[in-house]
């Protein structure tokens, strides 16, 4: 069993940074990939970023040059930097990662940008 643990969502102005971390813990040999979506009030989860126990990065055009997803493998632990913040970008942001033919998800962290 896998539990992800999300941390790092606020509220934060126009134009702003955060940096969201996500711990995996458990039974854990090595955690595949790793990755986060993002899920705004009355839409669909939607894919932000992806990468790979090799660093294989993968980004939503939308957020391309502005966030950049990173991990350490050692401490099962993945980050997304936040930078250039938008208000389209609020949202409740949720962690997956991918372990034995299984994607496990964390809680999810809220993130508000106020214009």
């Known amino acids: 069993q896998v539990q992800l643990v999300e941390s790092g969502g606020g509220l934060v102005r126009d134009g702003g940074s955060l940096r969201l971390s996500c711990v995996a813990s458990g039974t854990i040999v090595s955690i595949n990939v790793m990755g986060w979506y993002c899920q705004a009030p009355g839409k669909q989860r939607e894919l932000v970023a992806t990468?790979?126990?090799?660093?294989?990065?993968n980004y939503a055009d939308s957020v391309k040059d502005r966030f950049t997803i990173s991990r350490d493998n050692a401490n099962n632990t993945v980050y997304l930097q936040m930078n250039s913040l938008k208000p389209e970008d609020t949202a409740v942001y949720y962690c997956?990662?991918?372990?034995?033919?299984?994607?496990?998800w964390g809680q999810g962290t809220q993130v508000t940008v106020s214009s």
């Open positions: 990468i790979t126990s090799g660093g294989i990065t």
């Open positions: 997956y990662g991918n372990y034995q033919y299984r994607r496990y």
